[in-house]
Protein backbone atom coordinates (compact mmCIF):
# COMPACT_ATOMS: atom_id res chain seq x y z
CA UNK A 1 0.00 0.00 0.00
CA UNK A 2 1.49 3.25 -0.75
CA UNK A 3 2.60 6.05 1.44
CA UNK A 4 -0.53 9.22 1.14
CA UNK A 5 0.67 11.53 3.89
CA UNK A 6 2.35 14.63 2.96
CA UNK A 7 3.50 17.47 4.82
CA UNK A 8 2.02 20.79 3.83
CA UNK A 9 4.23 24.09 3.60
CA UNK A 10 2.35 27.71 2.07
CA UNK A 11 4.79 29.99 0.28
CA UNK A 12 4.04 33.53 -0.30
CA UNK A 13 5.09 35.49 -3.04
CA UNK A 14 8.68 35.99 -3.50
CA UNK A 15 11.42 35.68 -6.22
CA UNK A 16 14.52 34.38 -7.47
CA UNK A 17 17.16 36.54 -9.00
CA UNK A 18 20.24 35.44 -11.83
CA UNK A 19 23.10 37.03 -10.69
CA UNK A 20 23.52 40.22 -13.12
CA UNK A 21 19.87 40.96 -11.66
CA UNK A 22 21.57 40.63 -8.19
CA UNK A 23 24.40 43.27 -9.26
CA UNK A 24 21.80 45.59 -10.94
CA UNK A 25 19.36 45.67 -8.13
CA UNK A 26 22.28 45.82 -5.05
CA UNK A 27 25.01 46.84 -6.87
CA UNK A 28 28.27 45.18 -8.23
CA UNK A 29 29.97 41.83 -6.75
CA UNK A 30 26.32 42.00 -4.15
CA UNK A 31 26.30 39.04 -1.96
CA UNK A 32 22.66 38.18 -0.76
CA UNK A 33 22.49 37.52 3.06
CA UNK A 34 20.94 34.19 3.98
CA UNK A 35 18.62 34.12 7.22
CA UNK A 36 17.22 31.10 7.11
CA UNK A 37 17.34 28.07 5.43
CA UNK A 38 14.05 26.45 3.57
CA UNK A 39 12.95 22.89 3.72
CA UNK A 40 14.14 21.95 0.33
CA UNK A 41 17.92 21.32 0.51
CA UNK A 42 20.23 24.30 -0.53
CA UNK A 43 17.38 26.67 -0.48
CA UNK A 44 17.46 29.45 1.88
CA UNK A 45 15.80 33.35 2.68
CA UNK A 46 17.72 36.03 2.29
CA UNK A 47 17.19 39.33 4.22
CA UNK A 48 17.16 41.38 0.99
CA UNK A 49 13.67 41.92 -0.42
CA UNK A 50 12.58 43.68 -3.54
CA UNK A 51 9.99 46.12 -4.95
CA UNK A 52 7.93 44.02 -7.77
CA UNK A 53 6.02 46.14 -10.28
CA UNK A 54 3.15 45.98 -12.77
CA UNK A 55 1.12 48.18 -14.70
CA UNK A 56 -0.97 49.44 -12.03
CA UNK A 57 0.46 48.49 -8.59
CA UNK A 58 3.24 46.95 -7.04
CA UNK A 59 4.29 44.87 -3.97
CA UNK A 60 7.11 46.18 -1.74
CA UNK A 61 9.40 44.16 0.73
CA UNK A 62 9.19 40.91 -1.44
CA UNK A 63 11.47 37.88 0.32
CA UNK A 64 14.35 37.04 -2.11
CA UNK A 65 15.00 33.35 -1.97
CA UNK A 66 18.30 31.81 -2.57
CA UNK A 67 20.65 30.71 -3.72
CA UNK A 68 21.02 32.80 -7.43
CA UNK A 69 19.60 31.09 -10.18
CA UNK A 70 20.31 31.11 -14.07
CA UNK A 71 17.04 32.99 -14.65
CA UNK A 72 15.00 35.18 -12.97
CA UNK A 73 11.59 34.20 -11.64
CA UNK A 74 9.17 35.60 -9.68
CA UNK A 75 6.24 33.92 -7.61
CA UNK A 76 2.96 36.00 -6.98
CA UNK A 77 -0.59 34.64 -5.64
CA UNK A 78 -3.35 34.31 -7.98
CA UNK A 79 -4.69 37.30 -5.99
CA UNK A 80 -1.88 39.83 -6.55
CA UNK A 81 -2.67 39.62 -10.54
CA UNK A 82 -5.15 42.65 -10.08
CA UNK A 83 -2.88 44.62 -8.21
CA UNK A 84 -0.17 44.13 -10.27
CA UNK A 85 -2.51 44.65 -13.29
CA UNK A 86 -1.06 41.15 -14.88
CA UNK A 87 -4.63 39.71 -15.04
CA UNK A 88 -4.12 36.22 -16.64
CA UNK A 89 -0.71 35.94 -15.50
CA UNK A 90 0.50 32.53 -16.37
CA UNK A 91 -0.08 29.34 -13.53
CA UNK A 92 3.11 27.06 -14.06
CA UNK A 93 6.03 25.30 -13.02
CA UNK A 94 9.16 26.56 -11.46
CA UNK A 95 11.55 27.20 -14.23
CA UNK A 96 8.91 27.21 -16.77
CA UNK A 97 9.15 31.20 -18.00
CA UNK A 98 8.56 31.12 -21.85
CA UNK A 99 5.19 33.28 -21.93
CA UNK A 100 5.15 34.41 -18.63
CA UNK A 101 4.29 37.87 -17.60
CA UNK A 102 6.81 40.77 -17.85
CA UNK A 103 7.82 42.85 -14.99
CA UNK A 104 9.41 45.29 -13.28
CA UNK A 105 11.80 44.85 -10.43
CA UNK A 106 13.04 47.57 -7.69
CA UNK A 107 15.80 47.47 -5.63
CA UNK A 108 17.91 49.93 -3.86
CA UNK A 109 20.62 50.04 -6.26
CA UNK A 110 18.87 50.13 -9.24
CA UNK A 111 15.74 48.98 -11.12
CA UNK A 112 15.10 45.77 -13.85
CA UNK A 113 12.61 45.48 -16.66
CA UNK A 114 12.30 41.75 -17.47
CA UNK A 115 10.21 40.32 -20.47
CA UNK A 116 8.96 37.48 -18.85
CA UNK A 117 9.23 35.29 -15.30
CA UNK A 118 6.21 36.60 -13.69
CA UNK A 119 4.52 33.91 -12.46
CA UNK A 120 1.71 31.75 -10.12
CA UNK A 121 3.02 28.94 -8.83
CA UNK A 122 1.87 25.50 -9.52
CA UNK A 123 0.87 23.35 -6.54
CA UNK A 124 2.93 20.88 -6.79
CA UNK A 125 5.06 18.04 -4.10
CA UNK A 126 8.47 17.56 -3.85
CA UNK A 127 9.66 14.23 -3.66
CA UNK A 128 13.34 12.38 -3.84
CA UNK A 129 13.45 9.18 -5.69
CA UNK A 130 12.81 6.84 -2.88
CA UNK A 131 9.87 8.93 -1.14
CA UNK A 132 8.55 8.87 -5.02
CA UNK A 133 8.95 5.21 -4.77
CA UNK A 134 6.94 5.05 -1.13
CA UNK A 135 4.21 6.87 -2.40
CA UNK A 136 3.99 5.47 -6.08
CA UNK A 137 4.22 8.71 -8.09
CA UNK A 138 6.74 9.34 -11.00
CA UNK A 139 8.09 13.01 -11.92
CA UNK A 140 5.62 14.76 -13.66
CA UNK A 141 2.75 12.95 -12.47
CA UNK A 142 -0.78 14.91 -11.10
CA UNK A 143 -2.15 14.03 -8.23
CA UNK A 144 -5.10 14.92 -6.16
CA UNK A 145 -4.38 16.71 -2.66
CA UNK A 146 -6.82 16.10 0.54
CA UNK A 147 -7.22 18.78 3.38
CA UNK A 148 -9.09 18.54 6.23
CA UNK A 149 -11.03 20.76 8.66
CA UNK A 150 -13.30 22.92 8.63
CA UNK A 151 -12.93 24.19 5.13
CA UNK A 152 -11.29 21.24 3.95
CA UNK A 153 -11.32 20.46 -0.17
CA UNK A 154 -9.12 18.19 -2.94
CA UNK A 155 -6.91 20.20 -4.99
CA UNK A 156 -6.61 18.50 -8.25
CA UNK A 157 -3.60 19.02 -10.95
CA UNK A 158 -1.22 18.80 -7.97
CA UNK A 159 2.38 18.03 -10.08
CA UNK A 160 4.73 15.82 -8.59
CA UNK A 161 8.31 16.96 -8.76
CA UNK A 162 11.14 13.89 -8.09
CA UNK A 163 14.64 14.61 -8.08
CA UNK A 164 17.04 13.80 -6.00
CA UNK A 165 18.16 16.86 -4.39
CA UNK A 166 14.36 17.58 -3.35
CA UNK A 167 12.83 16.75 0.59
CA UNK A 168 9.30 15.34 0.79
CA UNK A 169 7.04 18.73 0.91
CA UNK A 170 4.54 19.78 -0.62
CA UNK A 171 3.61 23.47 -1.29
CA UNK A 172 0.72 25.32 -2.12
CA UNK A 173 0.72 29.26 -1.59
CA UNK A 174 -0.89 31.35 0.69
CA UNK A 175 -4.08 32.15 -1.33
CA UNK A 176 -4.78 28.15 -1.29
CA UNK A 177 -4.54 27.95 1.73
CA UNK A 178 -6.40 30.13 3.37
CA UNK A 179 -9.14 29.24 1.06
CA UNK A 180 -9.20 25.98 3.23
CA UNK A 181 -8.45 27.57 6.35
CA UNK A 182 -4.56 25.55 6.68
CA UNK A 183 -1.12 26.91 7.64
CA UNK A 184 1.78 25.76 6.93
CA UNK A 185 2.63 22.35 8.69
CA UNK A 186 -0.70 21.07 8.14
CA UNK A 187 -0.44 17.30 6.55
CA UNK A 188 -2.48 16.52 3.39
CA UNK A 189 -3.37 13.26 2.13
CA UNK A 190 -2.75 11.85 -2.02
CA UNK A 191 -6.30 10.60 -3.01
CA UNK A 192 -7.24 9.13 -6.19
CA UNK A 193 -10.61 10.06 -7.59
Not at 121 to 128: C, L, N, V
Not at 169 to 175: I, R, S
Amino acid sequence: MPETKVLVNLSNRHIHLSREDVEALFGKGYQLTKTKDLMQPGQFACAETVTIKGPKGAFEGVRILGPERKETQCEILASDQFKLGVPGCPVRESGQLDGSAPFEIIGPAGSVKKDKGLIVAMRHIHFDPESAQRFGVVDKQKVSLKVGGERGAVFLNVVCRVNPAYALECHLDFDEGNAVGIASGAIGEIVTL
